[in-house]
């Protein structure tokens, strides 16, 4: 079956703009995850969508951050006026339930000039 | 606050020999413990993961690990490495009550003939 898609798959902008990154979890899949990777770093917490219930949004760096999950569909990550510090590899993850082994997509690398 | 910790940035093994990467987490209740491994150039792997019974855990390609919960440890284990074990290896804790998914700050492994 389909993985966890993620698109787009590059992403330049320069400083300023805003920009909006897409998720497909795996149908089914009741929970979803974005991290931040920095080049050679590990990954970091951004946010956290489960059911119904509200957000986990503890790990959002700025309020020029947000996200949005429909249902227990698509989520978009958000990041207005970007700056050149945000560029990273954002990773989006989802799985059965909280708890259950998360599977990865493959990324957006974005890069703000 | 719940934390992890990969005590090890960088290791550098020889092929064949054995392998031990720690991962120490800071947590009130009962964790969830995972192991992930992303090769370069690809996505995040699942290795294996402890929830609850036998403290040593087989995963895939060879790997082990053991929960230690009076160190608070979860150390990843190979008896012998081979090259295409080179990656970064991160560790993961969640708790049994839900929440977010932790990742450690990962160890890059290196492996020399």
């Known amino acids: 079956g389909a993985g966890v898609s993620q698109s787009p798959s590059n992403k330049v902008t320069e400083k300023g703009k805003d920009v909006e990154l897409r998720c497909d979890p795996i149908s089914g899949h009741t929970a979803l995850y974005w991290y931040r990777q920095r080049l050679g770093q590990g990954l970091e917490f951004l946010i956290y969508f489960q059911g119904n219930s509200a957000p986990d949004k503890s790990g959002l760096p700025s309020d020029r951050f947000s996200a949005e999950r429909t249902g227990e569909s698509v989520s978009t990550l958000t990041i207005q006026r970007t700056q050149q510090e945000d560029s990273a590899v954002y990773l989006c993850?989802?799985?059965?339930?909280?708890?259950?082994?998360?599977?990865f997509g493959n990324g957006t690398r974005l890069t703000v000039t | 606050a719940q934390s992890v910790t990969q005590p090890d940035i960088h290791i550098t093994v020889s092929e064949g020999a054995s392998l031990e990467l720690r991962c120490n987490y800071s947590?009130?209740?009962?964790?969830?413990l995972f192991w992930y491994v992303q090769s370069p150039g690809q996505g995040l792997q699942l290795l294996l993961k402890?929830?609850?019974?036998?403290?040593l855990v087989q995963g895939i390609k060879g790997f082990e690990a053991e929960f230690k919960r009076s160190q608070s440890s979860f150390n990843l284990r190979k008896p012998s490495v081979h090259w295409s074990d080179a990656a970064e290896y991160f560790c993961?804790?969640?708790?049994?009550?839900?929440?977010?998914?932790?990742f450690g700050q990962g160890t890059e492994l290196s492996v020399k003939p």
């Open positions: 993850a989802s799985s059965e339930r909280t708890q259950s082994p998360l599977h």
């Open positions: 993961a804790v969640v708790t049994l009550q839900g929440g977010k998914l932790i």
């Open positions: 947590y009130g209740a009962t964790p969830y």
């Open positions: 402890y929830f609850s019974g036998d403290t």
